[in-house]
């Protein structure tokens, strides 16, 4: 790539108002001369779980393709990088409505300024999808995170889930079960490739409407993921799916905290639809 023409990488952190919290995401505005190597070998170099890229841009009508690469590989649609663009967008055209061609289909997004300048991206998701995990998924996976089955939350089955993605959902029954994560990080990349899977989202439910998760993410070359909007709308459809969504149908997901990077997902999900919206703000990373 050539340094001269190369173009700007921002770097914003998403779900969270600090820029030491959240999860951080490379962002790209102009990547439309960008090839798919160029576009890899960015996403590796930012270093993050995930670089989103602008492939294409109509300003007039406030919508963008967005491309999104791991440092390891392209991954379909990411959240936090979703949620990152929006507000890197609104920084520079203003809040209001926008829409992102992604390879997964059409993302629709929110964007609003609070009080302070900092802004709030609502995304909705793809329809979500929610079906029990066979026995050989929960099998390997048990092994490679080092957990047993009394490990989980009876209350809340294992799935699989799909928000754009699919992840394997698993509810531990002890909120010291989930501070202690410590997997087998080849044995777990090994899994989420043979089933295609984008991260797990392990959580432990305090109450009705307030989950904490941590987020595996081998297969992107990332040990966890502190945020994780793909895994959070995937969770609305699976409580969906369960029937197990709380009366108001939004729920608050609280991420990052192991990490020392915190972060909070607000979720909407509603039985009579099953597409699901996930919200939160960004920051940019100062000097990055």
């Not at 820029?19 to 102009?30: I, M, R, S, Y």
């Not at 964007?111 to 929610?130: F, K, N, Q, R």
């Not at 050989?136 to 809340?156: F, K």
């Not at 020392?260 to 940019?284: F, K, T």
Request: proline letters at 7%; charged letters at 20%; one cysteine or more.
């Amino acid at each position: 790539m050539n340094l001269k023409t190369r173009p700007e990488i921002l770097r914003y952190t998403a779900f969270t108002t600090s820029p030491a919290g959240g999860n951080p995401a490379g962002v790209v505005l102009d990547a439309s001369a960008l090839e798919d190597a160029a576009m890899l070998a960015t996403a590796a170099e930012v270093g993050y779980s995930e670089t989103a890229f602008v492939t294409a841009a109509d300003h007039e009508a406030r919508r963008f393709g967005l491309r999104f690469f791991s440092p390891l590989a392209e991954v379909a649609f990411c959240g936090h990088a979703t949620v990152a663009t929006a507000v890197a967008l609104a920084d520079r055209i203003g809040p209001g409505p926008l829409v992102f061609d992604t390879p997964v289909g059409e993302i629709a997004l929110d964007t609003s300024a609070e009080t302070g300048g900092t802004v709030t991206a609502t995304l909705t998701s793809v329809p979500t999808s929610s079906r029990p995990a066979d026995q050989e998924e929960l099998r390997a996976s048990l092994a490679a995170l080092r957990w047993s089955p009394e490990d989980l939350d009876t209350a809340l089955p294992p799935h699989v889930a799909f928000g754009g993605n699919e992840h394997l959902v698993l509810a531990v029954a002890s909120r010291e079960r989930l501070a202690a994560l410590d997997y087998d990080f080849d044995a777990l990349a090994e899994v989420m490739r043979r089933h295609a899977w984008t991260t797990l989202q392990l959580v432990w439910r305090e109450t009705q409407d307030l989950f904490h998760a941590r987020n595996p993410f081998p297969i992107g070359g990332v040990v966890e993921d502190p945020a994780t909007g793909a895994a959070a709308a995937a969770l609305g459809g699976y409580l969906r799916t369960l029937g197990a969504l709380p009366p108001s149908g939004a729920f608050s997901i609280r991420q990052g905290e192991d990490l020392g990077r915190p972060s909070l997902l607000r979720v909407e999900a509603s039985a009579a639809d099953p597409r699901v919206r996930v919200s939160g703000q960004a920051v940019a990373i100062a000097g990055a």
